[in-house]
DNA sequence: TAGTGGTCTAGACCACAGC
DNA sequence: CTGTGGTCTAGACCACTAT
């Protein structure tokens, strides 16, 4: 078998090819896939190779092996934390309040070389980037300052987002793959402090959220939130 | 190559050879590792069962590898998980680090009207209340302010703290049922400012939790984090 | 250029599940 | 028993880094 000619590992091409028809609905929870033999014969590669993207999968919960059995596709897991991915404004919406929200800037911009860095793509590639000020009955409540990567979010630029917020957008154009966030409490610079009008002395509790979609980065967002109007809850 | 009689797998023997490496200190953040063709002499098994080992470590995000250069020990970051309900000793021991703490307060008390009605109780039930400050490498990294039910955790007076935390003895004694939890960036007051030896300007993150169990709650706790060294993270 | 990691092969033997 | 995954080999070629 000769190398690959396109720069994308093979094993990587199969983990694609697994999760686009997963998500399709080719096979859904609980349905096995096909076994290792199968799929190696398929994409005309060896055993290792596919072994090694159900393998990663695997680990990534996407799939469960059973050794002498099969690869089954595994359940979706309640994730009822704190970070829902739910809109701002229909979180306000629920709490009876008011909803309105300041668009403060929209543009294109190349990636520099941290950007590219954390969405993992060359430099210069074209991003999206938004500020937005959130308020619940006219008192700030949310700076969000967000990235997106164009190829997920094409007319990200045209989008009205007063009436609908980035993420209900981005909800409906990139169906979500994974979410990591970090939260941290963290003294605000000037911008940000005059934006969500409170003194730059006073912390803010900062949630950092990175989403993936289509085994890309789609989106990197950091929500900054006045320390002393603002919590995050969640049970489970 | 014969396989190995022993059960665990060769990769994972080098994956633990690895981690008790680094614990040890003989190869500290930032260090180099031996390369692949090194490790794969010195356990006498071909390169791709090294690799897999090395690979997975990467993933773990216990190491880094540059192609081309080598593979290096990854800078521990201090990061706690917040859906996983784990021990602080043992989060920051998995991070290799030190772990100690003082009590600095350890009784009985009779619920007040505020803690009755939190803990769903009568006025005047027994609660018992604890404060103790957690270290990582001896900089205060936790205050930990815990109610506890009487009912559920009898002898939690007669507990030694420093060898196993509250956490610990909860979980043991009383199965989770659920948790109710919050967290806000907040001002500490002085007393908690000065446990962690920060200045009470600073903000801390604070995380506020309350679990169930036996249908009754167990215990409420507030832990209090210097904002500027400690953030929760995780993902989905 | 020599050394590193990144990937892949075409086999192999084993443990386990299900018929 | 057959088919599944679990692991491992002893090579190979490539891309990249450091010198």
Redesign the interface.
């Known amino acids: 078998m000769t190398t690959s000619l396109s720069t994308t590992p093979v094993f990587q091409t199969i983990k694609d090819y697994l999760l686009r028809e997963i998500q399709k609905g080719t096979w859904k929870e609980g349905d096995a896939i096909p076994s290792e033999a199968a799929l190696a014969q398929q994409f005309n590669v060896s055993r290792m190779t596919v072994n090694r993207a159900v393998r990663e999968l695997t680990?990534e919960q996407i799939l469960n092996r059973i050794q002498g059995s099969g690869t089954y596709v595994a359940q979706q897991?309640y994730?009822a934390?704190?970070?829902a991915i739910k809109s701002i404004a229909e979180e306000i919406r629920s709490r009876g309040h008011e909803h309105r929200s300041e668009l403060h800037e929209l543009v294109e911009v190349e990636a520099n070389e941290q950007l590219a860095q954390q969405f993992q793509v060359q430099p210069g590639h074209a991003l999206f980037h938004s500020v937005i000020v959130h308020f619940e009955n006219d008192i700030a409540i949310q700076v969000e300052d967000r990235w997106v990567n164009s190829i997920l979010a094409q007319d990200y630029l045209t989008q009205d987002f007063a009436t609908k917020t980035p993420n209900e957008y981005l909800m409906a154009v990139a169906p979500l793959q994974?979410?990591?966030?970090?939260?941290?409490?963290?003294?605000p610079p000037k911008t940000i402090a005059d934006m969500l009008q409170i003194s730059s002395?006073?912390?803010?509790?900062v949630l950092h959220r990175k989403t993936r979609s289509q085994n890309q980065i789609a989106t990197i967002v950091t929500m900054w939130?006045p320390?002393?109007r603002?919590?995050?809850?969640?049970?489970?």
């Open positions: 680990t897991k994730q934390t704190l970070v994974g979410v990591d966030y970090s939260i941290e409490a963290v003294i002395k006073e912390s803010c509790l939130h320390g002393n603002y919590q995050f809850t969640g049970s489970f």
